[in-house]
């Protein structure tokens, strides 16, 4: 047991939930590596939410709350670290959730059917699509396979996306929100609205804001949100930050 004053206490249990879902067969193998590559880059962040991310996630609630249709993306990472946010966050959209792998397996799918059915109580009322025949252009991957609640959604939120959907999907005319620590990967750079966060951190302040946020008020902060601009303040903040720390 990793006690709680440990210094990197939440870290670990982070860690130790990775591990828990890999071992139900819900998170890919290659999901432990991608959250390796994530920590590192939250190291240089600083492992906060920083000036740069609140101002993403408040425009990602915006375009939430202003979208028509709106959907949620799941993969392995994602169910094993925000499950119960996304859960909130489709109660409060009134949203589908697609579950939509990169790695996708009978298996996996099985695995990932019978934690859903265990937490049937919490899901209730919300409409899991595990894919389907609509095809999304331009994709060669197992991901192009689609619901039709994605197909014709307007926004989409893809945390902890590959960079092969992110740019299929905008050129089907979608707005995409990433969730990516990564703020130099391929997603990052191609979508809507990039939120340079820990996944865990990110998703109980998307819920916040689209709790709080009016329509008006989300009109007005997508108003003068740029991405680019905010993606580029994120990489001065990281090297500044490198260039600043003592050992
Ligand atoms: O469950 P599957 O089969 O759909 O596969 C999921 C993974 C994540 C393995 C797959 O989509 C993949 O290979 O993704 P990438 O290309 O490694 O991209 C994942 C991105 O998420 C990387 O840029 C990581 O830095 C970032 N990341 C990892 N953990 C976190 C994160 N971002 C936010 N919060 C995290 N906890």
Redesign the pocket.
């Known amino acids: 047991m990793i006690p709680k004053s440990h210094p990197r206490y939440e870290s670990l249990m982070?860690r130790e939930k990775i591990i828990e879902f890999f071992e139900r067969g819900i998170?890919?193998k290659?999901?432990l590596?991608?959250?390796g590559?994530?920590?590192a880059?939250?190291y240089i962040i600083g492992e906060r939410t920083t000036e740069y991310a609140l101002k993403s996630i408040k425009a990602a609630a915006s375009l939430l709350i202003l979208s028509k249709k709106p959907v949620i993306s799941v993969?392995?990472?994602t169910i094993a670290?925000a499950f119960n946010h996304v859960i909130e966050l489709s109660k409060l959209l009134n949203c589908p959730i697609e579950v939509?792998?990169?790695?996708?397996t009978e298996e996996?799918l099985r695995a990932i059917k019978k934690f859903f059915d265990e937490n049937k109580e919490e899901l209730e009322g919300i409409k899991i699509n595990f894919g389907g025949s609509y095809i999304i252009p331009n994709l060669e991957s197992n991901?192009r396979f689609v619901s039709e609640d994605f197909y014709y959604s307007d926004t989409v939120l893809v945390?902890?996306?590959?960079?092969d959907r992110a740019e299929a999907l905008i050129k089907m005319g979608k707005k995409v929100i990433t969730?990516?620590?990564?703020p130099l990967?391929r997603?990052?750079r191609v979508s809507t609205i990039t939120i340079v966060?820990?996944?865990?951190r990110?998703m109980p302040l998307l819920v916040r804001y689209v709790k709080t946020l009016s329509r008006k008020e989300a009109e007005d902060i997508l108003k003068s949100y740029d991405n680019k601009k905010n993606l580029e303040d994120i990489l001065k903040y990281m090297s500044e930050r490198l260039a600043k720390l003592k050992l």
């Open positions: 982070k998170l890919a290659a999901g590596i991608a959250h590559r994530g920590e880059f939250d993969n392995g990472n670290l939509n792998l990169f790695y996708k996996r991901r945390p902890l996306e590959d960079g969730i990516d620590l990564n990967s997603t990052s966060d820990e996944i865990t990110a």
